[in-house]
């Protein structure tokens, strides 16, 4: 199975700045089949990007993904107090399913 | 607005089996795939497995023996059957619409195995 590698494992940055987060995976993910979801505590995770680099319905252009093969990027710009969670990554390319430990994106 | 509702027992003793259902609102079940994930205490995300409409399934090898996905159309449910289960299947259950990656999410039900 593709096992999924984020970091950091934790990201302390302040509102306003840049946010850059990584996903490498062990094998090629095929046709860069790769989503990002941002989970807050004790709600359902959210759906972000899909295919690598488009953004799902409602979600701000300030969240954009790219890379391909083994390495992903989630990027988020001019960081809202909103955005302070976790992310994770997921590859849909081969099965099983399966996704990254996740990145806590904390307040500095 | 689609909302998926997990339900079912918080505890479950080991070597009985985990049983939940997720109820689907906003939606028809009878237009895409589901799946089941959840999250064991301090880990990540595992997916277990996921169910069309029609009843076709593809679970993760690691739980295959023990899963079992089903799907009611007329209730417009699914459910999750886990046998024979141990303190590591303690974790976070989370109902989702979605094969490959899952769009709508439930809020997830805590699941503890302890005697």
């Known amino acids: 199975e593709i096992v999924l590698t984020q970091s950091p494992g934790t990201l302390s940055l302040s509102p306003g700045e840049r946010a850059t987060l990584s996903c490498r995976a062990s094998q090629t993910v095929s046709s860069r089949y790769l989503v990002w979801y941002q989970q807050k505590p004790g709600q359902a995770p959210r759906l972000l990007i899909y295919?690598?680099?488009s953004r799902a319905t409602g979600i701000p252009d300030r969240f954009s993904g790219s890379g391909s093969g083994t390495d992903f990027t989630l990027t988020i710009i001019r960081l809202e107090p909103e955005d302070f969670a976790v992310y994770y990554c997921q590859q849909y390319g081969s099965l099983p399913y399966t996704f990254g430990q996740g990145t806590k994106l904390e307040i500095k | 607005q689609v909302q998926l509702q997990e339900s079912g027992p918080g505890l479950v003793k080991p070597s009985e089996t985990l049983s939940l259902t997720c109820t689907v609102s906003g939606d028809s079940i009878s237009t895409s795939y589901w799946s089941w994930i959840r999250r064991p205490p301090g880990k990540g995300l595992e997916w277990i497995g996921y169910i069309y409409y029609t009843g076709s399934t593809n679970y993760n090898p690691s739980l295959k023996s023990r899963v079992t996905i089903s799907v009611d159309t007329s209730k417009n449910q699914f459910s999750l059957k886990l046998r024979s289960v141990t303190a590591a299947d303690t974790a976070v259950y989370y109902c989702?619409?979605?094969?490959?990656?899952?769009?709508?999410w439930g809020k997830g039900i805590t699941v503890t195995v302890s005697s």
């Open positions: 989702a619409r979605g094969g490959a990656y899952m769009d709508v």
């Open positions: 295919g690598a680099s």
